[in-house]
Nanobody, 128 residues
Framework: QVQLVESGGGLAQAGGSLRLSCAASGRTFSSYAMGWFRQAPGKEREFVAAINWSGSNTYYADSVKGRFTISRDNAKNTVSLQMNSLKPEDTAVYYC?????????????????????WGQGTQVTVSS
């Protein structure tokens, strides 16, 4: 089973950009579907983006579509989330997650119960 460590969070102004990275340990990273979720204070964790094992398929929440881009580099065991045109409502703790069930079948894994491994999270704060 992989272990996940997020980085890249911080403070940004509205309209700015941040790039989050998630580093995975283990030799089987390419057999995991990956996702990003976020949790704002007082709210439930919500889906942000997902990517299949090869990076050929992606899926986004409507709230971030056109602004965020998920990608992965299996050679480096990393998955990234490029966040552009940030809004104050993007403020949250961002988590990456991994799922090894049916790794070569792509479907939008939008529920946190569909992922088996989670990182510790990284804080993103967007000021207006």
């Amino acid at each position: 089973q992989v272990q996940l460590v997020e980085s890249g969070g911080g403070l940004a102004q509205a309209g700015g950009s941040l790039r989050l990275s998630c580093a995975a340990s283990g030799r089987t990273f390419s057999s995991y579907a990956m996702g990003w979720f976020r949790q704002a204070p007082g709210k439930e964790r919500e889906f942000v983006a997902a990517i299949n094992w090869s990076g050929s398929n992606t899926y986004y929440a409507d709230s971030v579509k056109g602004r965020f881009t998920i990608s992965r580099d299996n050679a480096k065991n990393t998955v990234s989330l490029q966040m552009n045109s940030l809004k104050p409502e993007d403020t949250a703790v961002y988590y990456c997650a991994a799922d090894s069930s049916l790794p070569y079948v792509f479907y939008p894994r939008v529920k946190d119960s569909e992922y088996e491994v989670w990182g510790q999270g990284t804080q993103v704060t967007v000021s207006s």
